[in-house]
């Protein structure tokens, strides 16, 4: 099923290696987003800012969200999401180099669906990519 990847992150090679990724296993035309910055990807949620007009009932088919981010914080940018009626079923799963146990429970606590740490190295990371997308683009099942 064909639908938006949302994909927050700060890093322009960490984008581009997601990206590579998604492109790869994405077999069914789905579009990525990025939003460089916690703000932006609220906004991308929201209807707002650059994404004045856009169709906010179109939500992402899943949101890959890094914890450190410039403007506001992942955490903050989850809570964001999961405070919204409208957006609060859309998965959310943590995409970080952080594997502090504080991190993870906080990510669980405010509802993430997943939480991937990056791994260093490219082939990892990149088949980590390639098995996240095809859980939650092909074998996962949105209420939406």
Request: one cysteine or more; glycine letters at 6%; aromatic letters at 8%.
């Given at each position: ?40 990807a609220v906004d991308y949620m929201s209807g707002a800012g ?77 088949e980590m990519i390639i098995a996240a997308c095809a859980y939650?683009?092909?074998i996962n099942r949105r209420p939406y």
């Open positions: 099923m064909a639908g938006t990847i949302l994909l927050v992150e700060d890093s322009p090679e960490a984008v581009e290696l997601t990206r590579h990724a998604l492109e790869e296993c994405s077999l069914f035309g789905n579009a990525i987003i990025v939003a460089y910055d916690g703000q932006d650059r994404y004045e007009g856009r169709d906010t009932a179109d939500l992402p088919v899943v949101v890959l969200l890094d914890l450190r981010l410039p403007k506001m914080d992942g955490f903050e940018v989850l809570a964001r999401i999961r405070s919204n009626s409208r957006t609060r079923l859309v998965p959310v799963v943590m995409l970080t180099v952080s594997n502090l146990s504080d991190d993870i429970r906080r990510a669980y606590e405010l509802g993430a669906n997943g939480y991937i740490i990056k791994a260093l190295d490219y082939d990892v990371y990149h939650w683009l092909g």
